[in-house]
């Protein structure tokens, strides 16, 4: 997903709305404590904000950058193959992890982390979470302004940041003749349904939270799944759930970085990244975290792309996954399709948002090419979607690319989930054959990241989004897809863990106990939540 900060001269006003930012009263930082440390005394991050060390000397006051890079594009033609390449399928059957969970599963890909030397008085141990130290940017444009300043006279000399001209490529996609590509899939026959009526249920009582604490971290350098040793998963996003078969959940991640990686945010092309990877688990003991299995890969010790994304800015950037859901023994992935990653905090751009399936329990994927709900104008509904079979239908929530948008709903019989004609529409009051963007909001507010669940024990559904505007990821409950749904509770707010987002619920919850996922960009790992519910009656 798109981080959320604001580069260098862009966005300042903006960020405060779209970014997922604290509110203008800040609460307290939470004590300070050392960075936690899994079984095999390899050290995770913390992503709550935190008091300062009180053993570290204290940091120098900063009161300019030392640098301010100024962004320049530098337009370039960049042929793109077209069709898509066929999906790289190619799989293999995972070996046991080692008897020893701290052993080193694939010695020849990796070596074994080394411990880690006691931080001195002089030497701190950074805070967790904190970003990397780096070396100074190297002068490789041109600049201008002082690199020294002029003594005031009074103390010591103001230092201004130096000015740099940081040349960026934007790549401007020219389509040209490539491979065969992936055969042509058949068309589904039209199948437009009637209108039904869809009235508003009675609004039920809103929970009340107790508490949320935070679980555990579930990936990365120092979780106790030690993913970056064993799938080579050291940096990810999202942690979407769904219950593939009884007894066990997938669990989906975004954007996945491997050996290479920076250590903090997204990485790129040199980092081993994929769009996409998968994990199973088959933990029913969430009170203390969420073990994953095993991944899907493609050779050892590597989790493998599930479906691939061109990687080329302005064409395709990568393929993310939004939600997934079984019927029968086929299970399904929404997922968007993103063109560019904005400036902009919080906005993106995608070329639609489609479905894909697999039928051999998520080792594989294809992306149908019919149900696909295309971003035209760049207004599109449907582009991040959130999709629950409950009943005869599927019901899919939808909002549009970036953080700002609004809940739509739609339903579609189950046997029809590919047939993008066969959708129904929840326009003011009634199921509708209508065009998508009518669509009347679920609720009142922004909403991004959004994730449903259907609790079979109280029979009311549960949903959790990412609200930017008050720099909250909320809940909402209701009887019926299409509500009433009530006032926003909030879960965890982005005062307390900064640079947050997300909130995918694990499909084993209950009406009194919510597990759900959250992602920080700074660590750029995925993080298990528990809030205690206390539901009316």
Known sequence: MPPPYTPALFGVL????????????RAAPHPWAPPPVNSCGETGFDPLAREPDPNAPPPPPVLLPPQIDIPIPIPQLTPVPVPDPPQDNTRIDPVPLPADPCGNPCPDIRDSPKPQEPASETDPEPHPGAAPETAPAPNTGSSSGSGSGSGSGWGEPIVLPRIEIKPEIEPIPIPVPGGEGDPPQAAPPPAVHPAEPGPLSAAVATPRVDSVRLVEQLTGHGSPNRTDMRWQVDGTDLGLMWETKPGEVAVVFGDTFGTGW??????????????????YSTDHDLDNGLSIDTMVQDSRCHAAELLGSRKIKNWETTTIPTSGFAIGSRQYMSYMSVNNWSRIPGLWSTNYGGLAYSDDNGRTWTKDQHAKWDNFFGVGRFQVAAMVPQGDYVYMFGTPNGRVGVIGLARVPKAEVLNKSAYQYWVGGTWAPAAENQATPLVLGMASELSVRFDQASGQWQMVYLDSGRGAIVMRSAASPQGAWTDAVPLVSTTDYPKSYGGFIHPWSTEKD??????AWDSYNVYLMHAELNPPR
């Not at 709305?17 to 009263?25: G, M, T």
């Not at 920076?262 to 994990?279: C, K, T, Y």
């Not at 919510?514 to 992602?519: A, M, N, P, R």
């Open 14 to 25: 903006v960020a405060g709305l779209l970014v997922a930012s604290a509110p203008v009263v």
């Open 262 to 279: 920076g250590g903090s945010g997204a990485g790129g092309e040199n980092q081993d990244w994929r769009s996409n990877v998968l994990g």
């Open 514 to 519: 919510l597990y759900f996922t959250i992602s």
